[in-house]
């Protein structure tokens, strides 16, 4: 069968998952169980099912995550039933000159489906954003995102497919992530692109998240035919990498404890700023000085590429203890203390990015992921970009956080990389992908 994944995929990546601020259910009062899954699936391609049980027990690392059976059981279902509507069986297919891709993205706490055409031309993007869910908590609850992109993730790839103007069946290939990501939300968005797959008999890409952020960008600005040095620094991940033209690449240094966007989530969390919090903090910082408090910069000195920020964390959480909460302090003032806080993150993420490319002998320099959409570091990256006569790539802001476009840009690339996948339900979810 002509599917194709990304298994041969070179990346190396950090033994990290999704690391963004995560609240067990457990620790919340008053949560409500999981209710049974009693399904009534329907999709763009005109699949009705009710209340079709599934008999397959969940898989060990299903059971390990804490994901409640029915709940898997419901994901089971989606593909069940799909499978059970369709009789074709895949033919093999020679490569379209042009791929129209559908991507799917829900990794974390963002539901999102696109249409794009060879990896560049956008015909819809859809996001079903997952902040008002998580905002009481501070931070994502892992069983919660799986239940809301359950609820979305049909609604979602409708409207992509509605917006681009075309049905499922004229869709060359369905793209997804397969991870690194919470692992029951990742399972939501591949069983429905698996479903999809097979009952379309179109081929399946599955893409690796990170990936997905680095074609974040070149969408829309020049299309990269020769090698760059990316950072991606998220909410899960801050790692440098060295990307060849055709989208593999290799990892160079990754943090080792807390990632920037992580920083930046639970110190807002600790001075009470809400969810998530890089945003709050960037636009709070634009009134403050970055100069007012020196806070600590890990490895600044060093030669190595890895990070450390659960340290300027600490810091920030001793300067709380010491001169008392913001509402009520006279001795210093919020603003200021966030600036300092974001410089310390920003001075050690340039000056780490631009070692990279200097090691590394290369003189583009490409940064993504959630934290590239910090104004601040976008200033600095273009200053030390123009004194240091340095191309820099910087998704625009859409395309910083979490979003599908990038899952199908990438599978275009992917998939003139990658061979053909022997077996489609072989797939399965990653919660850490190296
Ligand atoms: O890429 P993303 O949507 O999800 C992951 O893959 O992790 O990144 C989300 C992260 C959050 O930690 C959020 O606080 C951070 O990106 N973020 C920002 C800004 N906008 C989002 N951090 C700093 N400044 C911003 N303007
Ligand atoms: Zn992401």
Redesign the pocket.
Known sequence: MPFIHGRQSNMKHPPSC?K?QLIHMRSIPGAPPCPPFTAVVRCSFSVRAVGIKARRPPRTDQIRSGLSSAFMNGLILIEKVLIFFVTKSADERNPPDTMLVLGIESS?DETAAAVVENGRRILSDVIASQVAVHEPYGGVVPELASRKHVETILPVIDQALREAGITASGLDAVAVTRGPGLIGALLVGLSAAKAMAYALNKPLIAVN?LEG?MQAAFIEGEEMDRPCVCLVV???HTALYRVEPDGSSSLLGSTRDDAA??A??KVAKLLNLGY????V??ALSAKGDPGAHAFPRAFMDSDSLEFSFSGIKTAVAHFVRRFGPPSSSEIYRIEDLVASFQEAIVDVLVSKTIKAANRCKLRDIAVV???A??RRLRQRLSEEAARLQLNIHLPSMRFC??NAVMIAAAAYFNWKRSGFCPDLFELDALSRWF
């Open positions: 999704t963004k974390c998240h952020h998220s909410g899960g966007g992580e930046f989530d998530p919090g890089g945003a903090i960037d992921g959630g934290v959409a910090n956080t979490d």
